[in-house]
C-alpha cells in the first residue's frame, strides 16, 4: 500500500503524473476517488498545510475525523503507532500527519505488519515537507513548462528547513542548478551535494526562480534568537525593492509561508507581480488531491 513520505523516494515518471495530475485537477478535471475517510494529525501549529489538506479531502469528497493532538489519548501517553492502529480499526483510510520529530513514520515503515492508515507526512522536524515541495514543483512546472536548466536559488534557515531539504534533491533530479544562501550559522554542508553555496546578489539577475525559507525562531536558540537583527537580516538575506529590480523579467518569487515581512521579503514585495506565494497555497490543494488520490488508487 502506497504512502507519502518523501518526494525523493519516488521515481521522476510518478513525480510528473503527480504534477500533470495536480493541473488537471486545478483545472476541472472530476476525482475518480470514491468515498474514503481522512484523519489529520497536527502536533504543530499550521495554517496553510492543514487547511489546504482539509480542503483538498473536501473537494474529493471524503469525510473527515478530526483529532487535537493535545485533547486526545496521545496527550495520555499512548505511542502515535497504537494511535494509528485506532484509527484504521475505525475504518480511517487516510491519516495525515504533521509531526515535530524527523522521520516520525519510521516505526511504522519498519513495523509493516501492523494494519494502519495510507499514511501523509505532512512536515517531520526539520526533516522533510514532501507535499510542500510537490506544490512547489507544480507552481515552476506551470511557469516555465520544464526544470532542466533552470537557476534557483533557496535562501534562508537552510539548517531548520524541511522545505529546503525535500526541494534541494528533487529539483536536482529534475536537472535544475541550485545555489544556496544563508547565514554561517544557518549553513549546513548536506547542501552541498545538490549545488553551491553563493551570495544572495551574486548573479541575481541570471536566477529564474528565487525561493525564501522563513527564519524558524522556534527552532533557533534562544542565544540565536537573542542575537537576531531583522533589519540586518533583511539587508544581506532578504527580498529588497533593489534586489527585486536586479531579477530579470520572467523569474518568480516562492516561499513556502507565513512570511516575516520586511525580514524574509519587503513587505509590499509579498505580492508583487513577479511573487508567487499566493499561487504556492492555490496549488497546494490540488497538489494534495493528487496525493490522496495516489496513496489510495489500491484502495478503490
Do not use: C
Request: hydrophobic share 40%; aromatic share 8%; net charge negative.
Amino acid at each position: 500500500m502506497p504512502d507519502f513520505l518523501n518526494i525523493n523516494e519516488l521515481d521522476l515518471p510518478l513525480i510528473e503524473r503527480l504534477i500533470n495530475r495536480s493541473l488537471a485537477l486545478k483545472q476541472g478535471a472530476k476525482s475518480t476517488s470514491r468515498h474514503l475517510a481522512a484523519a489529520n494529525l497536527f502536533f504543530e501549529n499550521s495554517t496553510r498545510t492543514h487547511s489546504s489538506f482539509q480542503m483538498a479531502e473536501n473537494k474529493l469528497g471524503w469525510s473527515q475525523i478530526l483529532i487535537d493532538p493535545q485533547a486526545s489519548s496521545m496527550a495520555k501517553g499512548e505511542s502515535l503507532l497504537d494511535t494509528l492502529k485506532t484509527l484504521k480499526a475505525i475504518g480511517v483510510d487516510v491519516a495525515v500527519v504533521r509531526h515535530q520529530q524527523a522521520d516520525w513514520y519510521q516505526d511504522m515503515v519498519q513495523n509493516k505488519g501492523y494494519p494502519v492508515p495510507h499514511l501523509v507526512n505532512a512536515g517531520d522536524g526539520n526533516g522533510q515537507h514532501p507535499s510542500q515541495s510537490l506544490l512547489d514543483l507544480v507552481t515552476i512546472y506551470q511557469e516555465f513548462g520544464h526544470f532542466a536548466g533552470l537557476n534557483i536559488r533557496i535562501t534562508g534557515d537552510l539548517r531548520h528547513s524541511r522545505v529546503a531539504r525535500s526541494n534541494a534533491e528533487i529539483l536536482n533530479r529534475l536537472g535544475a542548478r541550485l545555489t544556496f544562501v544563508a547565514p554561517p550559522q544557518w549553513r549546513a554542508p548536506w547542501f552541498d551535494q545538490y549545488g553551491h553555496y553563493a551570495e544572495l546578489d551574486d548573479d541575481l539577475n541570471q536566477q529564474d526562480v528565487v525561493m525564501f525559507l522563513r527564519v524558524q525562531h522556534e527552532r533557533i536558540t534562544q542565544r540565536e534568537n537573542q542575537n537576531f537583527s531583522v533589519l540586518d537580516y533583511h539587508q544581506h538575506y532578504g527580498l529588497t525593492p533593489a534586489r527585486y529590480q536586479e531579477l530579470k523579467p520572467s523569474a518568480i518569487i516562492m516561499h513556502p509561508a507565513p512570511v516575516n515581512r520586511d525580514v524574509e521579503i519587503a513587505s509590499d514585495l509579498v505580492e508583487a507581480p513577479k511573487s508567487r506565494i499566493f499561487r504556492q497555497m492555490e496549488n497546494g490543494v490540488y497538489a494534495r488531491m493528487a496525493i490522496l488520490e495516489y496513496v489510495t488508487a489500491e484502495s478503490r
